[in-house]
């Protein structure tokens, strides 16, 4: 081939493809397109569902799925104008009817439509990253219908207003509602949100603001928390019958926080029916009904428990400080248990038990009880009383319950050191006198104590019954060793105690009767000759006896007395008419204990054995005693208490408060050490702290006297102070 | 659905058939029969009581049956091809493909097919994916094969050497992840996701320091259920480490920067651990004179395990360490040497050293003239490694050999991935790739 011979052909192109017939696609889809249009007419009844997607399928196969897509899209979006045409034509109320019928009509035709494009669906959507068919529809309606101007704002209003029509009473169609809502939930939940649910909040929020106006203006705090509370269950109800479960908690915050939160001041302090009125007049129901609507807020049950604590102390602190009711120890500890019980079953019945409230509940009594320095005496003397008598005929568990309620209030005290005190008192005076009702209850009520506070508070308690017990072996074994000497003298019970585990009293000895003396001296041989090395002195002012008298018309009489009554009276076996000084002369009695027993002989009326010159109330040192002939009682046994008060009087409680601070020195002593011990350098504070924390299981110690501790025990050479820092001290080994 | 009568005739390309609603209710909501029978169409039989469709009727016959037993059986006669264009048709692909072969078992694996690519050997990496298809990295292209192994548009990165591959999500078509090589001075490279079916880039993964978008080389990959997207990178200045990134989003959520003295920007195989919400980070030789493992915990910022054979230099030449997997339920890491030898080393305990189980001396003296380093794999308890032409599955407490899978020609294995119940393997020489699947069990 040569270079000038110009070649003159040229190559065509080879064209392998094949072009389907241009006029094809667009003859499918005018099918497809007239099958759209016949199911919006509900004519579907003539399309052949095989036909229809072996075209839709054709056009994916052939590439024509954009065009199919983009057709679908305008087909649709034409006949949703349409509808809404014909939505927004309707008059007044049929207006949400036509929506839900257009809308139910809509996802019919939808779903047919989705059937025959199922092909398109499955393959071309996911490889292009379009919506979905069903997905598509779904938005198109959105912006065609829901977000056209006119029926958006109409839509929201119509909505609304149903509601309110129902708040106000009305009966409203709720299945309508709910397709709506659904409706609206179905285009998703923004849409949801934006179209109703925050006009919905908004408006909800402006109608309970003020209508809780209206009602704290008009009603009392109990009906206004029934109202807020029907309220409440009826927006909870909305919500179940037609709107989203979501919006439960943001319409039941809206009515919380208008109704509620907003008012709850107001509500708590309501004059006349506030918080206060409903303690005091223990309306559980209201108080239930504040603690479930008042926990939906913040800080709502902060308030109620504020407010029912300052009322608890205002209401405790009059009890203890009122000085009518220090008269009666047994009343007002009495009074002290009705008060907890009462508050007790608000919280149970009306508050849930809410750990909150008990916790209030418990500082606001150990506030107030603290405030008077008796309450340990008078509790003491209130559990004294129960187990005298108070107790007689009531069964076990009963008795425990009244000892649980007592050891609740012990638990409040911070003396509990007094509380012991005046127990061991107490206690003593039963068991010596045998008033206890139920060994088995003091028993018991030691026993709490004990897992309450510890061995080392009820050891000395303990080793009183100890002493009860062994005294009733030693009786025996006297009795026994020592019956035929003692022939027809005066019957002995002898009750040795262990110096150290009872109440220490100044023992005041007496002179004895003879009579008396004599079966004396024989026990003390017997007993210091089964026990060497021990010491017994005769505890005159414990102890009791049994006397038989003749009267002047012959009547007898067994008189039960104290020992120094006893020691006076038997004077007058021996001649009539003593004078005080005589018989203080004879018996050695002190003067005050003799005075108390003779006016409980010569005063006390229906028991006066003794007859005084001059009659009057008080005992003086010049009066004269007889023997009172014409005594008469119509029982046999005459018992002849003592005048004692049994609360202490002033000076005895002056007397039992020093030796309580002086036993509290050691304790707080012995702590110091301890913790010295321990951490070997300390400034003041922290041994203040430390101590405190140490003792307040049984009493709370004054800084001072902590401060005067330490002071001594430097000047013992316990601690030192730090050369260089004053305020630290250090042990010393 | 509701379907009037069970009875239902169909009339298939002029072919009869007849079958049941029951049987037709098999095929699901997402196929033509449901569609069909949609209660809103008001279908319409031909006179003589049957419903046309304008289909094959000898693939309808086979779906058919399908749907009425379970079983895909495809006589001689009918490619597979059009089998699986007709189940697309009516919606049955799902079905076919779960018909076609069973749940993965290492030891009951079959030789499906082998594909042939275009270019010879140098293949890069190869990636299952989740649904039973992959993807073969080959220089700057990647090649991308759907379950039916028929080839889609290939991804070019325009000169860049691809790295690594992973798919992200379950969807159809998955997305695909790919990493590559920073091309010096163009700001490019980095990662990208790729939509599998049409090959456009979805979006990029940026490297951002201090701020500023840096570019990058990323290396190897990791997915976990979180959604994050873990990547080795090495930066211009200061961004060597690891990269995380949300696999939704695109944007970079973390990045843990490489120790002094410690290679994570160079790392091979990265492995999370679901367990111990670590991440595994294996830098291996050649890349680095030495070999670097490493467990990285992200909340903590902290190297929680690490171990390197810099610490053990001795007459290692034959023992080094050439790819490494976590197994979690034994707490151990499993380790190969190019010898195939398996080694363990015990993740409880801080830097331990290996424990070598010395298997395959034979191997040594006799290697092809162009070796590959073996690779390995964890599958349902199942440990396989690659050495040569063929693939070991090792199993039970002390990892037995139990089955070998082996074709005999493309030469040496450089790469395998199981997933989508399937097993892929690359092999070097020729661009060729093997699928193995395990047959579905028998109902008989």
């Known amino acids: 081939m040569s270079s000038q011979k110009k070649a003159n052909f040229q190559i065509e192109a080879f064209k392998h493809r094949v072009v389907v017939d241009p006029k094809y696609a667009e003859k499918t889809w005018k099918i497809l397109e007239h099958a759209i249009h016949e199911i919006y007419n509900h004519n579907a009844s003539g399309l052949s569902f095989e036909e229809l997607y072996r075209n839709a399928y054709n056009m994916v196969l052939h590439k024509f799925g954009e065009k199919l897509y983009s057709g679908l899209v305008s087909t649709m979006t034409s006949h949703l104008k349409e509808i809404a045409v014909s939505i927004e034509a309707s008059q007044g109320a049929l207006f949400l009817e036509e929506l839900d019928r257009k809308w139910t009509e809509h996802n019919k035709a939808l779903q047919m439509i989705r059937d025959i494009l199922m092909y398109m669906d499955r393959t071309f959507i996911p490889s292009t990253h379009k919506t979905p068919v069903h997905e598509l529809g779904l938005n198109l309606w959105r912006d065609n219908i829901v977000h056209t101007i006119k029926i958006q704002m109409r839509l929201k209003d119509t909505l609304l207003e149903l509601v309110q029509k129902e708040r106000a009473g009305e009966v409203i169609n709720r299945g309508l509602m709910r397709n709506v809502v659904k409706m609206l939930m179905d285009l998703g939940s923004s849409v949801y949100q934006e179209d109703f649910e925050k006009p919905f909040l908004v408006v909800s929020a402006d109608f309970y603001r003020g209508e809780s106006q209206l009602f704290i203006e008009s009603c009392d705090c109990g009906d206004y928390l029934k109202k807020a509370e029907k309220r409440l269950n009826e927006e909870i109800e909305r919500v179940s019958h037609y709107l989203d479960a979501k919006s439960e908690v943001k319409i039941t915050n809206v009515v919380e926080k208008e109704m509620i939160e907003s008012q709850m001041n107001r509500l708590v302090h309501m004059e006349n029916s506030g918080l206060v009125n409903m303690l005091m007049d223990d309306k559980y129901e209201d108080l239930g009904r504040m603690y479930n609507l008042f926990r939906r807020v913040p800080n709502g049950l902060s308030l109620i428990r504020d407010v029912m604590t300052s009322h608890i102390r205002e209401t405790g602190k009059q009890l203890v400080t009122d000085p009518d009711r220090l008269k009666d120890p047994v009343d007002f500890v009495q009074r002290l248990l009705d008060e907890r019980d009462k508050h007790d079953k608000i919280i149970t019945l009306s508050f849930n038990n809410d750990k909150m409230f008990q916790n209030a509940l418990n500082s606001s009594f150990e506030y107030f009880i603290n405030l008077n320095t008796r309450s340990p005496e008078f509790i003491s003397l209130f559990v004294d009383d129960k187990l005298r008598k108070g107790l007689k005929g009531v069964s ?261 408060r020093q030796r309580v601070e002086e036993d509290r020195k050691p304790q707080i002593e012995a702590a110091i050490v301890r913790i010295m011990k321990a951490r070997r350098v300390l400034d003041h504070n922290n041994i203040v702290a430390e101590v405190t924390k140490q003792l307040q299981s049984r009493f709370l110690p004054n800084p001072v006297v902590i401060k005067k501790r330490i002071e001594s025990l430097i000047e013992r050479e316990f601690l030192e102070r730090d050369k260089d820092d004053r305020k630290l001290y250090r042990y010393l080994a | 659905m509701a379907i009037q009568k069970d009875r239902v005739r169909f009339n298939v390309g002029g072919k009869i058939f007849e079958t049941t609603g029951t049987t037709l209710a098999i095929a699901g909501r997402e196929s033509y029969f449901a569609a069909m029978f949609d209660e809103n169409w008001d279908l319409q039989m031909n006179p003589a009581g049957e419903y046309f469709i304008d289909r094959n009727p000898d693939c309808f016959s086979i779906l058919l049956d399908l749907l009425r037993t379970g079983e895909l059986y495809i006589p001689p006669n009918v490619p597979e091809k059009q089998l699986y264009r007709e189940a697309l048709f009516y919606g049955l692909t799902d079905h076919v493909r779960s018909a076609k072969w069973g749940q993965f078992d290492g030891n009951r694996l079959q030789p499906l097919k082998s594909v042939t690519g275009r270019a010879p050997g140098d293949g890069t990496a190869i990636r299952a994916s989740p649904d039973g298809g992959c993807c073969v990295a080959h220089g700057s292209m990647v090649h991308i094969y759907d379950w039916m192994l028929e080839e889609h548009p290939p991804i070019n990165l325009d000169y860049q050497r691809v790295n690594d591959a992973g798919w992200v999500g379950s969807g159809d078509p998955a997305g695909l992840v790919i990493s590559t090589c920073e091309r010096v001075g163009r700001g490019q490279g980095g990662m990208g996701l790729f939509n599998s079916t049409t090959g456009e880039l979805r979006y990029k993964y940026s490297v951002t320091h201090e701020g500023i978008v840096k570019s990058y080389t990323a290396g190897a990959l990791c997915f976990n259920d979180g959604y994050n997207l873990f990547s080795s990178c090495k930066g211009r200045s200061n961004e060597y480490g690891i990269g995380v990134w949300d696999q939704n989003t695109g944007q970079q959520v973390d990045f843990f920067y490489e120790p002094p003295g410690w290679s994570l920007g160079d790392a091979d195989k990265l492995q999370w651990l679901n367990g111990s919400n670590c991440l595994l980070v294996a830098t291996l030789f050649p890349r680095k004179d030495n070999c670097y493992i490493s467990l990285l915990d992200f909340r903590s910022k902290s190297m929680v395990w690490s171990w390197s054979d810099m610490w053990s230099p001795a007459n290692s030449d034959d023992r080094r360490v050439r790819d490494a997997i976590a197994m979690e339920e034994n707490n151990s890491i499993c380790v190969v040497n190019e010898f195939e030898d398996l080694g363990f080393m015990d993740l409880r305990r801080e830097s331990g050293s290996v424990r070598w189980s010395s298997r395959s001396r034979l191997m040594k003296g006799k290697m092809p003239d162009e070796p590959c380093y073996p690779k390995l794999a964890l599958h349902e308890g199942q440990l396989f490694s690659s050495m040569n032409d063929c693939i070991s599955v090792f199993y039970g407490s002390d990892w037995v050999l139990t089955s070998r899978l082996r074709r005999c020609f493309g030469g040496s294995i450089c790469d395998f991935s199981i997933g989508g119940d399937r097993l892929f393997a690359l092999h070097s020489e020729e661009n060729v790739f093997d699928i193995w699947e395990t047959p579905p069990s028998s109902i008989v």
């Open chain 1, 396 to 656: 076990e568990e009963d008795v425990e319950i009244v000892l649980d309620k007592v050891m609740m209030l012990f638990r409040y005290l911070q003396e509990k050191d007094i509380f012991e005190k005046y127990y061991k008192q107490h206690l003593a005076k039963r068991l010596l006198s045998n008033k206890s009702v139920s060994e088995d209850a003091e028993r018991s009520l030691i026993l709490k104590l004990k897992t309450e506070c510890g061995y080392q508070f009820t050891s000395k308690l303990e080793g009183m019954f100890t002493d009860m017990k062994t005294s009733d072996d030693t009786m025996k074994g006297f009795y026994a060793a020592m019956g035929s000497e003692l022939g027809d003298g005066p019957m002995l019970v002898v009750h040795v105690l262990t110096t150290g585990s009872w109440p220490t009293q100044s023992t005041t000895a007496c002179n004895l009767p003879s009579e008396i003396l004599t079966v004396c001296d024989k026990f003390k041989m017997y007993y210091l000759g089964t026990h060497s090395g021990r010491r017994l002195t005769w505890q005159t002012n414990m102890g009791s006896a049994d006397i038989k008298a003749t009267f002047g018309r012959g009547q007898k009489h067994e008189l039960n007395v104290s020992t120094f009554q006893m020691c006076v009276l038997m004077l007058f076996n021996n001649g009539d008419g003593l004078s005080y000084r005589e018989i203080e002369q004879a018996t050695e009695i002190l003067t005050s204990d003799l005075k108390r027993c003779l006016q409980s002989l010569a005063c006390a009326k229906g028991k006066n054995v003794l007859r005084k010159e001059p009659m009057s109330k008080d005992i003086g040192e010049d009066d004269t005693f007889f023997f009172n002939d014409k005594f008469s009682s119509k029982f046999y046994k005459v018992k002849i208490g003592t005048v004692v008060a049994q609360k202490e009087s002033e000076p005895e409680k002056q007397e039992t």
